[in-house]
């Protein structure tokens, strides 16, 4: 099993970046999939799930409006779309498959100017 995360960098607040999460070794189109974060000297954070047809989402308040999860199942992907990006996204993210507890390494995300 492999997930791999890309697309992480520096971005200026107010700033977008998509993030993706690239599976394998397991069925992707039947699992949901999430993503999380972890702040400096923070626990991790849900931050967004998906269902495994794509058909439901689901997003904590914090990124609610500004963030946008998606998947591609014909190419084992899971996407993170942030926008108006501040401050405070600044973290480690990380996608995971929840049924079975499958993490990827992780992506740094800097947000400042």
């Known amino acids: 099993v492999q997930l791999v995360e890309s697309g992480g960098g520096l971005v200026q607040p107010g700033g977008s970046l998509r993030l993706s999460c690239a599976a394998s070794g397991f069925t992707f189109s039947s699992s949901p999939m999430t993503w999380y974060r972890q702040a400096p000297g923070k626990g991790r954070e849900l931050v967004a799930s998906?269902?495994?047809?794509?058909?439901?989402?689901d997003y904590s308040d914090s990124v609610k409006g500004r963030f946008t999860i998606s998947r591609n199942n014909a190419l084992n992907t899971v996407y993170l779309q942030m926008n108006s990006l501040k401050p405070e996204d600044t973290a480690v993210y990380y996608c995971k498959e929840p049924y079975n507890g499958y993490w990827g390494q992780g992506t740094q995300v800097t947000v400042s100017s």
């Open positions: 998906i269902s495994g047809t794509g058909s439901r989402t």
